[in-house]
Antibody, heavy 124, light 113 residues
């Protein structure tokens, strides 16, 4: 079955960097777009970033554009989110979620599988 | 960007009674391919979100048939015909028609009276 396991969260000071990872199994990782979605404490869900199945296209929310970078290692089945110049408002649980197959329109994205999340706390 | 607005934000319900959550989008979610890409998710306390419904009304495997989705254009509804204890938590709608921004509603908290 599909499994997504995030790691790399922790406490980091404002202005510093952190990289979180998501290890995928149970499906052909290299044929799916992948996304990061976050949830601040007690708040709702916020889409953060997306990467196409082959890494050819990447998209970011306005709140992280220019500071975060999404990437993937298809042979290792791992998704990454590099977070630079972190701010207190980036404090959240970061989930990876599966997107669409390479042959589908990105509009069909419906996040059918989610990881358990990794908590990132930005605090001095 | 498309704005997704859910109501109510809090929904106290009695076990065995129906519940209904509304989700409205600021633009039509009808895609040029004829599909409408609106999904619903359920998040229990301390858990990850789980997809319940996609393309407005298609139920995921394992989702009981007392949970249903409907709607078109800009107005959508998630209905639970008879609420059970396992239904508590927060429900989110999400649009994906207008990518590359995937927008969620604010969430509706369902609790048992």
């Amino acid at each position: 079955q599909v499994q997504l396991v995030e790691s790399g969260g922790g406490v980091v000071q404002p202005g510093r960097s952190l990289r979180v990872s998501c290890e995928a199994s149970g499906f052909t990782f290299s044929t799916y777009a992948m996304h990061w979605v976050r949830q601040a404490p007690g708040k709702g869900l916020e889409w953060v970033a997306a990467i196409w199945y082959d890494g050819s296209d990447k998209y970011y929310s306005d709140s992280v554009k220019g500071r975060f970078s999404i990437s993937r290692d298809n042979p290792k089945n791992i998704l990454y989110l590099q977070m630079d110049t972190l701010r207190a408002e980036d404090t959240a649980i970061y989930y990876c979620a599966r997107g669409t197959l390479d042959v589908e329109t990105p509009a069909a994205t419906s996040f059918d599988s989610w990881g358990q999340g990794t908590l990132v706390t930005v605090s001095s | 960007d498309v704005v997704m607005t859910q109501s109510p934000l809090s929904l106290p319900v009695t076990l065995g009674q129906p519940a209904s959550i509304s989700c409205r989008s600021s633009q039509s979610l009808l895609h040029s391919d004829g599909n409408t890409y609106l999904s619903w998710f359920h998040q229990r306390p301390g858990q990850s979100p789980r997809r319940l419904i996609y393309k407005v009304s298609k139920r995921d495997s394992g989702v009981p048939d007392r949970i249903s989705g409907s709607g078109s254009g800009t107005d959508f509804t998630l209905k639970i015909s008879r609420v059970e204890a396992e239904d508590v938590g927060v429900y989110y709608c999400m649009q994906s028609t207008h990518w590359p921004t995937w927008m969620f509603g604010q969430g509706t908290r369902v609790e048992i009276k």
